[in-house]
């Protein structure tokens, strides 16, 4: 079997990695984008065979961008897996925790530490791009009183020290990622029992015609995981509509459903089948 | 009538000054905080009366950050408005338009004028914290070859030139503000006849539960203008659910419906009504 050459946004060791091992096994071909519009842009080039991208996590919520790239992008998801999110404070070796003044990390990985940084008041933050990114960065500069949080996979690639492990505030911190490919070179699923399907849609606007819509699934059973709402560019105060519920697109009762919904619905796009993430 | 002291986000200028205008009048007196929790942190100090924040964009969509904030910070909204954003290019007295070759503004608002950029290819971008903040740092410089991207009401605060107006992409291009205050404070409502209600619910865990939630309002005919969900911290994979519907609270029709929404619902939080903006 050939090689995948899989996209990421982020650096070599970033969150996307991990899940990139948890989807397609540690043989995947990871290659680096520094933003998700160009991992998208590489997919529909063919420059790569597929892309893992975050949709969502337990504590930030949606990563909005990405629900608008699935839109305008022509990619299907063949699969979804849930990271764990494990923040850990790395520096360069022989550096020890009690030289550590400044701590640099995404954002959103700083405010999710935010119960260590109040137990060691004498640690200062430094918002950079990237996670793994942070520890690359640390480690070059060999900084005798810096240190990153990131991931283990971020230490192991850059040679960093783990100084302190899971120092995340609430271990319920997940991210759920997509595996994409392109439309026209979408995989033969694997066989499976249970399955996810994801859609977008937009309603007419006319009262109750989001509750109709909803209606194609709740009349046939069919359980919605999620509903995801995003603005409709040209419309002000319209909204595209993302759902995810179970079931698979070819079965009897979902093709009812899809049919139903598209009586109502003034579009609506199909973005994949795929097995439930643990 | 005392003068109310009303907090925003951002530098003199911002956006949001010109909502706090639309909202209470030339009048108001407005107080700039740096971030949008140190807002709701002054409203419930009461540091100030008032605040006025932005929900939404019709480009950008939520505003996801305050939707968080309004669970959880004890606040009623009492008017909304929708402000068309006009992006003008803005420089120190005696710069031409042709000496520009840098230009400073917040992320959004660059991403909000490509097609100026593409047209005018000599211009560099330059990310900046705030629309406003930028004006008034290009000013203090008195940068000979910088401008920003900015509200016509910035470049006459910090005393700039507007060297072109209206240079953003779309034209429909609109935020939506919240007036917000203390629960305990909240004026009593202006006579209206057309009346808006935001709530935020969630949902048991159970198939068919945001459908059930929604029948509510669409079997008495009541409209949704707006559904939103965010991750409900704690229960990885569940969702907070914020809905907008035309009606008002003590309707007899919104109290039957929101009395059967609370029966589906774990959790039911009214959080205004008030009159729709235009």
Partial sequence: MKRQRTGIQGELGAFSQEAVRQLL??????????????????LRAGKIDAAVIPMENTLAGSVHENYDHLLH??????????????????????????????VYSHPVALNQCLKFFA?????????????????????????PDAAAIASSVAAAIYGGTILKRSIEDDRRNFTRFFLLYSSKKLP???????????????????PGAL??????????DLNLTKIES???????????????????ENEPRVQNALR?????ADFLRILGSYPPGR
Same sequence: chains 1, 2.
């Fill in 260 to 264: 139903h919904l598209a009586e109502v």
């Fill in 119 to 143: 137990k060691y008041r004498k640690l200062e933050r430094f918002p950079f791009y990237d996670t793994a990114g942070s520890v690359k960065m640390v480690m070059e500069q060999r900084a």
């Fill in 73 to 102: 992008f022509d990619v299907r998801i063949a699969a979804e897996t849930n990271l764990r999110i494990v923040h850990n404070l790395i520096a360069a070796p022989g550096v020890r925790f009690t030289d550590i003044r400044k």
């Fill in 211 to 220: 509750f109709r819509g909803l209606a194609a699934f709740a009349l046939r």
């Fill in 230 to 248: 995003r603005p409709l560019h040209g419309k002000p105060w319209e909204y595209l509509f993302y759902v995810d519920f179970l079931g698979r």
């Fill in 25 to 42: 096994g540690d043989r995947a071909q990871v290659a680096p984008y520094p933003t998700f519009e160009a991992v998208f842009r590489a």
């Fill in 188 to 206: 033969a699923p694997r066989p499976g029992k249970e399955w996810k399907t994801s859609l977008v849609f937009t309603t007419r606007n006319t």
